[in-house]
C-alpha cells in the first residue's frame, strides 16, 4: 500500500501537524510504503537538513523552500497541484493523506484527481478563529498570521466549505473537532476518531543531569513554568503572563516559553505586570529532537489556549511525566481528566490558573499526577497505537472504494 502523506510542514517540525505527520509516517506498519510530499525550511537562511532522523523507507518529495508562516500554505498548494501527477504516474499512489486546516491538496480538489484522499482535521478555520477572538486583544497586537486569517475570513471560509465539499474519507483527531466540523458539513464517510499519539520511548521521564546537558542555561531554574508552542494569542500568551505574575509574587519561580513568534509583546506585557527579567526566559524555536529534554526540567507545563484540539504538546508533557495544567477547552478534556492527570481551568480565566499553578506546589500530587500521566500515555496515547489505527482505516478507505 503506498501512501502519500502531502503537508507543508514536516520535519524541522515547528508545529502540531508536521509533529504528527512524523509521528504517524514512522510508525506505520512495514507494510506501507510511506511518501512524504512537503516543503524544506531555511534555518539562518540556509536550507535545512530535512532527511535527519527520517527512517530510511521514507521517501521525501521536497517541493521548494518554505519561507512566510501564513503563505507557506499557498506556495505549496500550487507547487503540489504541479508535480503531484508526476509523482502519482511515477509511484502510483493508493492513498492521498491531507491535513485540515492547511487544505494542501485544495487545488487538486477543485480539478479533479483519481487517487483515493484521507484527510485529518485537526482543526477547521472556524474554531481557529473563535480561538484567536477568545484572546480579547486588539487586531493590532496580533501575530501577523493570525492577522491575516481575520483579513482574509470570507476568502478562507469559502475556500474551506469548497473543500470539505469535495472531502472523501475523514480522521478527526478527536471527539470535539468531529462534532464541531458536523455542526457544520455534516458527517463524512467514511470517517473515524482518531487520537494522536506520541513516541514513548522518546517522550519519557528522564533524569535532570541528562535534560542540562541540552539546556545548561536552565541550570538554576528550579522551579520552571513552561509553555510550548507558537508565540500567538490564540494560545492564551496573555493569561499566563497575568497568571504568572500573580503566582511568581508567592513563590520562587520562573516562566519559561519555547516556540517561534515575536518576543517583544509579550516581554512588555511582562515588565509592564512588574514580572522582573530574572524571572523570565524566552527559549526561541527549539529542535524537536531535543524537546524530550526540555519537559522533565519544568515543574509544570502550562498551555492556556483558547481552542484546540488535540495538542501533541499536552501528550509530550504527560508522557515525560511532567505535571499539565490547560485550559478545559477542545479535546483537551478527552485527554486529561481534572485532578487525575493534571488541572483544568477555565480558559481566560487569569486568577483560576494562578491558583492551579499554586495547587501544584504540592509535591505529593505532583508525583501521583506525574505516573497516572504517564500511564494514561502508554495505554491509550501512542504513536504506534495511532498509526496502526490509521492504517486500517486506510484498509477500509480501498475496500470501500473497490
Same mark, same amino acid.
Given at each position: 500500500m503506498r501512501i502519500a502523506i502531502v503537508t507543508p510542514e514536516f520535519m524541522p517540525n515547528w508545529g502540531g501537524i508536521g509533529t504528527y505527520v512524523e509521528q504517524l509516517a514512522e510508525n506505520l506498519p512495514d507494510e506501507c510504503d510511506v511518501h512524504i510530499i512537503t516543503l524544506g525550511r531555511k534555518i539562518h537562511g540556509n536550507p535545512a537538513l530535512e532527511s535527519d532522523g527520517i527512517p530510511s523507507r521514507i521517501k521525501l518529495h521536497t517541493l521548494g523552500q518554505a519561507g512566510d508562516f501564513f503563505l507557506y500554505n499557498s506556495q505549496f498548494q500550487v507547487a503540489l497541484l504541479r508535480e %503531484?501527477? +508526476?509523482?502519482?504516474?511515477?509511484?502510483?499512489?493508493?492513498?492521498?493523506?491531507?491535513?485540515?486546516?492547511?487544505?494542501?491538496?485544495? %487545488?487538486?480538489?477543485?480539478?479533479? +484527481?483519481?487517487?483515493p484522499t484521507v484527510t485529518t482535521v485537526h482543526t477547521t478555520i472556524g474554531s481557529q478563529r473563535w480561538g484567536t477572538a477568545g484572546s480579547g486583544l486588539p487586531i493590532n497586537r496580533l501575530e501577523r498570521s493570525e492577522k491575516m486569517t481575520y483579513l482574509l475570513l470570507p476568502v478562507l471560509a469559502t475556500a474551506e466549505r469548497s473543500y470539505f465539499h469535495r472531502n472523501g474519507a475523514t480522521i478527526f483527531v478527536s471527539e470535539f473537532i468531529k462534532e464541531f466540523y458536523q455542526r457544520t458539513y455534516g458527517p463524512p464517510s467514511p470517517q473515524a476518531t482518531i487520537n494522536n499519539g506520541v513516541n514513548i520511548e522518546r517522550f519519557r521521564p528522564r533524569p535532570k543531569e541528562e535534560c542540562l546537558e541540552h539546556f545548561p542555561d536552565l541550570a538554576n531554574m528550579d522551579n520552571m513554568v513552561l509553555f510550548s508552542g507558537r508565540l500567538i494569542a490564540l494560545k492564551g500568551l496573555n493569561t499566563l503572563i497575568e497568571a504568572f505574575a500573580r503566582h511568581c509574587g508567592r513563590t520562587d519561580c520562573t516562566l519559561v516559553l519555547a516556540g517561534p513568534g515575536k518576543v517583544e509583546p509579550w516581554k512588555r506585557m511582562l515588565d509592564n505586570l512588574g514580572v522582573p527579567s530574572s524571572r523570565y526566559h524566552f527559549l526561541g524555536p527549539v529542535p524537536y529532537p531535543k524537546m524530550p529534554f526540555l519537559y522533565p526540567l519544568a515543574r509544570t507545563f502550562v498551555l492556556p489556549s483558547f481552542s484546540e484540539s488535540f495538542p501533541m504538546t499536552i501528550l509530550e508533557a504527560m508522557a515525560c511525566g511532567t505535571p499539565v495544567i490547560a485550559s478545559e477547552v477542545g479535546g483537551v478534556p478527552e485527554m486529561v481528566r481534572n485532578g487525575l492527570e493534571g488541572e483544568l481551568f477555565r480558559p481566560g480565566d487569569a486568577l483560576d490558573l494562578s491558583n492551579r499553578l499554586e495547587r501544584l506546589r504540592d509535591e505529593k500530587k505532583t508525583i501521583l499526577m506525574s505516573r497516572r500521566a504517564r500511564e494514561r500515555v502508554e495505554d491509550r496515547f501512542t504513536a504506534r497505537q495511532m498509526a496502526i489505527r490509521t492504517a486500517e482505516f486506510y484498509c477500509r478507505v480501498m475496500e470501500e472504494r473497490n
Open positions: %503531484f501527477r +508526476h509523482l502519482d504516474s511515477k509511484y502510483h499512489f493508493d492513498i492521498l493523506h491531507a491535513n485540515h486546516a492547511q487544505m494542501p491538496d485544495l %487545488f487538486l480538489r477543485l480539478l479533479g +484527481h483519481t487517487v
